[in-house]
């Protein structure tokens, strides 16, 4: 959530509080036409209508639909990494928290799928700013990823690359469940990934 910024800037909390929750509908407005349409076919007229904004205070604020997707993205994007990270905390065990970090996902995809596919799937057709978000979120992933290879049970022979082949399989996954119209059935797969995810990181046996 944006910092309420200075004080001179706004009349009192309540209109502080109601710019807050402004620019959350904009976002959510970005995020939701981008998902349903598509980054390649959504167009600016859309954009401005589900935002509200009209055209030229879109035009005026965004200069495209490229930089209005990225503004959303990197506030959505940051949001779920924070549920993932909220979800694992307190587990008793590393494989514990990474299913429930995992599950919190499946979670996210099925109540949110338009949301979903636009975090996911259209960040690759919009590149840009919302790509390299991505990116890094991903590479910060990867990392917390690795931290299984410090773990009772971790096979010897996992390396980093085997926790970015553990994440891009459950993102591809994700993807496809969404380009097909399956995002809120997605549940169904949380035993089928962390299986993957173990069988990659621990071995056979698990």
């Known amino acids: ?15 502080a ?21 598509g980054f390649a076919k959504a167009t600016v ?11 030229d205070r879109f035009h005026r604020r965004f200069h495209g639909k490229q930089a209005a997707f990225a503004w959303a993205y ?8 924070g549920d993932l990270l909220d979800a694992c905390q307190g587990a ?3 494989r514990a928290g990474f299913e429930a970090a995992v599950a919190s996902l499946l979670g996210f995809v099925a109540a949110e799928p338009a949301v979903a596919k ?22 910060r992933l990867i990392d917390i990823l690795d931290s299984a290879r410090h773990e009772p049970g971790a096979r010897p022979s996992a390396t980093v690359t085997t926790s970015g082949f553990v ?9 496809i469940e969404l380009a097909a119209g399956r995002g809120a059935d997605v549940e169904r797969l949380l035993p089928d990934l962390t ?12």
């Open 1 to 15: 959530m944006e910092a309420l910024g200075p004080l001179r800037e706004v009349r009192s909390w309540d209109q």
């Open 74 to 81: 990197e506030e959505g994007a940051e949001r779920l990494y």
């Open 195 to 206: 299986h993957l995810a173990f069988l990659q990181l621990f071995g056979e046996g698990d």
């Open 17 to 37: 509080v109601r710019r807050q929750d402004t620019e959350a509908a904009l976002r959510a407005a970005i995020m939701a036409t981008i998902g349903e349409r």
């Open 118 to 139: 636009a975090l996911l799937v259209e960040v690759r057709a919009a590149r840009g700013d919302a790509w390299e978000k991505h990116q890094e979120l991903t590479e």
């Open 167 to 175: 994440l891009g399989a459950i993102e591809e996954t994700l993807c």
């Open 45 to 55: 007229k859309e954009l401005a209508e589900r935002t509200g904004l009209g055209g």
């Open 92 to 94: 008793a065990t590393w």
